[in-house]
């Protein structure tokens, strides 16, 4: 099999870092790697500009991972909520995608690409979900998705106002259980004699 070498010119996940001379399977490269601008040939010619690439890299990571700390200041412990169409037993008619959470990123003022949200796989029921946004492979902030079903109520803030809509759920489901009627012939499971 052909193989090549190339100057990685992003992260490429299981294959290197940035900056990094690595050899691949010469398809791969070609018709991958070196289109999507992920990296350059690492040939004779080219080596003095692979390490001037280098150095330029290097500046870039550290310019790079700034910009991501401050991004991921602002996207740490952030909250999406999403109101969707439920079905039976909470699944949804429609799913959140990548796409979806970028879009209400983007609304909020905050730019980020799709590739690095960590979302593996659509979602497809009500719940609460973290999501893991890349902005660089030493920043990984979390956000917490929220899918709720259409014209459910706002979300409760604080503990104690949650304790108190508990506590008056149950009391609520203890005030119908003693209006129920009661018939205690229909009641027993066996006769008595």
Do not use: C
């Not at 003693?178 to 027993?188: A, I, N, T, V, W």
């Amino acid at each position: 099999m052909a193989h090549m070498d190339v100057l990685l010119q992003e992260d490429v996940e299981h294959l290197g870092r940035r900056g990094e001379v690595v050899k691949v399977r010469a398809g791969y490269g070609r018709n991958y790697l070196l289109p999507q601008g992920l990296a350059i040939k690492a040939t004779a010619g080219n080596k003095r500009m692979i390490e001037e690439q280098r150095r330029l890299l290097t500046k870039r990571e550290t310019r790079e991972h700034a910009s991501a700390q401050s991004e991921a200041e602002r996207l740490d412990g952030l909250r999406l909520r999403f109101d969707r169409r439920v079905g039976e037993h909470g699944i949804l008619y429609g799913s959140v995608t990548v796409l979806d959470i970028v879009e209400a990123l983007k609304e909020r003022g905050i730019t980020v690409e799709r590739r690095k949200v960590g979302l593996h796989d659509h979602i497809k029921e009500v719940g609460d979900y973290d999501v893991v946004i890349r902005l660089h492979r030493e920043v990984s902030p979390t956000i917490k998705v929220l899918v709720r079903p259409e014209g459910a109520p706002d979300e409760i803030e604080s503990p104690q106002a949650e304790e108190a809509a508990v506590a008056a759920a149950i009391e609520s489901g203890a005030d119908e259980e003693k209006s129920l009627p009661f018939d205690e012939e229909k009641s027993l499971p066996f006769d008595e004699e």
